[in-house]
């Protein structure tokens, strides 16, 4: 009797893990199916046609000196007219249809700014999956985060497919990853699908080049990203899409396994501003935001390396009427936590003007909670601009000092020159390839300290261009990459 009050309990016990090994088993065959649908072709399938291939025809000015003289900077400096030419250029990207009114057959297509920014003095042209080439026009241009929007009228009774929006603040690294753009431009690779993981996310700080822009957030990608990509969409396993391609770091030029979108969260605050006004208006908050050390945290006895340092408030900025001070540390802005400074700019450049929003502290060990009424961003004192009657502004560039607002929040740290601040569209610092960010030296071969003296010294210039005659004024520049060189301005 006691052998068998000790089998049956076994034998009980044993039939138990058998049914949970035949369901466990059962389940997996129902996960892993192996002629259920796969989700990568259903994703494929659904936004596959959203995505566009954009072609940008324009012109740019080059010197061609035929003269060793010419080799010189300094001689060059003299002679700037000399064998100019108008020389064509054509880059090549992607974009995807977000957004399509079926009464006025206007199809917004998203995209990146250095993708399309020539394309307000040149062409765009647009190809659907179909292979209908239609012209694009520009809606809205943002260098500061690369994001850039633009239209196509289609004809009646074209197919548009518009790849729906998904949300990229809840990624997670390791998540998977699908890309669709149009690598190498002409070569006929059009629509190529790849697929990978979200490798890391909030990538900032990182130099492209002279066009890097300001605000960064970056998802990291291995999902292969070629040239030719950028402005494509990336996808998540749902198909939505969570970031717009944008760029890649390569020893070889070509995929790495190295890729960075935009999150799509980002983007779309952005276009948001960029179809209603053209432009984004950013929300200031009026401090300059200092990065926490390890040596900082200890110093303010913070718990982690975490938050921003307020280093300096504006006198009657929002941050100062709502009583922020030197030294407080922030660590939340309505209500998302403040992990460094590059977050922080983004969350206050992407929040809307005119909100009032809570911002937590910590001031002398203590937590507590300021209330922030955001205004635009202010026109500082210390600008000037080119756009006088004495040029009737055709320059297109506006200035500020090497001290200024704008120059803190940018984090531009130079010793000489002023910065520019913003460009026109279509001007004549637009067509010679300028840049927001740029510092300028020298107009002509007079130095420019002060915004002031630039102002001067351009006047004088214009005045002196059109009393000999002459259609260009030299500037000397210095890009974001420290790199000096001449740029000629030319007013045909």
């Known amino acids: 009797m006691t052998l068998w009050k000790r089998i049956i309990p076994l034998v009980l016990a044993v039939s138990m893990m058998s049914c949970a090994v035949a369901q466990t088993r059962a389940g997996k065959s129902a996960l892993i199916d192996p002629a259920g649908p796969n989700p990568v072709v259903e994703v494929v399938n659904k936004v596959r046609e959203a995505v566009v291939q954009i072609k940008v025809e324009s012109k740019v000015t080059v010197q061609n000196y035929s003269n060793p003289f010419f080799d010189d900077p300094w001689f060059r400096q003299f002679f700037p007219q000399q064998r100019q030419q ?30 399309v920014e020539k394309g307000k003095e040149g062409t765009i042209t647009v190809t659907l999956a179909d292979k209908i080439s239609y012209t694009g026009t520009v809606v809205g241009l943002d260098p500061n985060t690369d994001v850039a929007v633009i239209k196509i009228n289609v004809k009646e009774g074209e197919k548009v497919t518009i790849a729906p929006l998904g949300n990229s603040s809840n990624l997670q690294i390791g ?22 993981v979200v490798s890391a996310i909030g990538r900032s700080n990182l130099d492209f080049g002279s066009g890097s822009p300001i605000y960064q957030d970056y998802i990291q990608t291995d999902a292969a990203i070629n040239p030719g990509n950028s402005g494509g969409p990336l996808l998540n396993i749902a198909g939505e899409v969570i970031g717009i391609n944008s760029a890649i770091t390569s020893t070889s030029g070509g995929n790495i396994g190295i890729g960075f979108a935009i999150p799509v969260n980002l983007a779309k605050r952005v276009v948001e501003d960029l179809v209603a006004n053209g432009k984004v208006t950013r929300a200031y908050i009026g401090i300059s935001p200092q990065e926490i050390t390890s ?24 941050g100062h009427r709502a009583g922020l001070e030197v030294g407080d540390v922030i660590v939340e802005f309505n209500g998302e936590k403040v992990p460094n400074v590059s977050k922080f700019r983004i969350a206050v450049a992407t929040s809307k003007v005119g909100t009032r929003v809570p911002v937590k502290i910590i001031r002398e060990d203590k937590e507590r909670t300021l209330y922030i009424q955001l205004d635009s961003y202010p026109e500082d004192g210390s600008v000037a601009s080119a756009d006088s009657p004495a040029n009737n502004g055709s320059v297109g560039i506006t200035v500020e000092a090497r001290d200024s607002a704008y120059a803190k ?3 531009i740290n130079v010793d000489k020159g002023v910065i520019i601040s913003a460009i026109e569209g279509n001007s004549s610092a637009a067509k010679a ?31 002196k261009m059109k009393k000999d005659n002459r259609k260009t004024i030299t500037l000397y520049v210095m890009d974001r990459n420290k790199n000096e060189q001449f740029v000629v301005l030319r007013f045909d």
């Open 295 to 318: 040596d900082l945290m200890e110093a303010f006895n913070l718990e982690e390396v975490s938050g921003v340092l307020v280093a300096k408030v504006e006198e009657d900025s929002p």
């Open 433 to 463: 390839g300028l840049q927001v960010g740029y510092v300028i030296l020298k107009v002509g071969r007079q130095a420019v300290e002060t915004p002031e003296e630039y102002s001067s010294a351009i006047s004088k210039a214009m005045e």
């Open 409 to 411: 929040r940018n984090n």
């Open 86 to 115: 108008q020389r064509p250029v054509t880059s090549m990207g992607s974009g995807f249809v977000y957004e399509y009114n079926p009464q006025t057959r206007e199809a917004f297509i998203m995209t990146n700014n250095h993708v």
């Open 175 to 196: 998540d998977w990853a699908i890309a669709i753009g149009n690598p190498f431009g002409d070569s006929g690779l059009d629509r190529t699908v790849t697929l990978g």
